[in-house]
């Protein structure tokens, strides 16, 4: 791993024994990824950019059977944070997760919760390629020298999935929007959503962590 500014390069290398509905597959990736990161808060940056890249070589062999053909998989997730009316901040993001081949079901992307179309419980669609945005407003309440931010937000994301040798523009694109809340302290963070979904359901999505 490395840095070059605010461009953090690295690498990864596994060996894994996935056991998956009664199969056992050995599974060996190597990969890099790029991350090119401009904010100086990630709770709420304003006029910055977040672009990840990566791309990792997986080998499959089951125990039983034919191994498969080495493929790769791919993910890119990027997101802009503009600066508008006050401490408000506009947010897009742009996720896609692919690969050159039909992927075994427990590496194949999930779309659906708090990361990519809230409105819908998490893994609610899975496919070979994932695509999913988002547009988002976030308007902090609390003052900009305060140490502990929160605030509430409104949202818009959209999204599908589909299998290897089927066509993007030939996809039905999912919808959730709705409104939340954030609040977060320099090691502690914390989001709560409530989504509605294409499908005319609610959805409320918690979320917490704590960073170090």
Do not use: C
């Amino acid at each position: 791993e490395g840095n070059i500014g605010r461009l953090h390069v690295g690498g990864t290398a596994t060996a894994q024994r996935i056991d998956f509905g009664g199969n056992v597959d050995q599974v060996r990736t190597i990969g890099a990824d790029a991350t090119l990161d401009t904010r100086l808060d990630p709770v709420l940056p304003r006029n910055a950019v977040y672009v990840f890249a990566g791309a990792e070589q997986v080998r499959l062999t089951p125990d039983q059977g034919a191994a498969w053909s080495p493929y790769v998989r791919r993910k890119v997730d990027a997101s802009v944070y503009l600066g508008t009316i006050k401490q408000a901040v506009l947010v897009g993001r742009v996720l896609r997760e692919d690969a050159t081949a039909s992927q075994p079901l427990y590496f194949k992307p999930m779309l659906g919760g708090m990361n990519s179309l809230r409105g819908y419980d998490t893994a609610s669609f899975v496919g070979d390629t994932l695509v999913a945005g988002t547009l988002e407003l976030r308007v902090p309440l609390t003052s900009p020298i305060s140490i502990g931010k929160f605030g509430m937000r409104a949202f818009v994301d959209r999204g599908t999935v589909y299998d290897r040798g089927q066509r993007f523009a030939d996809q039905d694109l999912k919808q959730g929007y709705g409104g939340g809340v954030f609040f977060a302290l320099p090691t502690f963070s914390m989001n709560l959503d409530l989504a509605y979904s294409s499908e005319k359901n609610f959805r409320l999505h918690f979320s917490g962590g704590f960073s170090f």
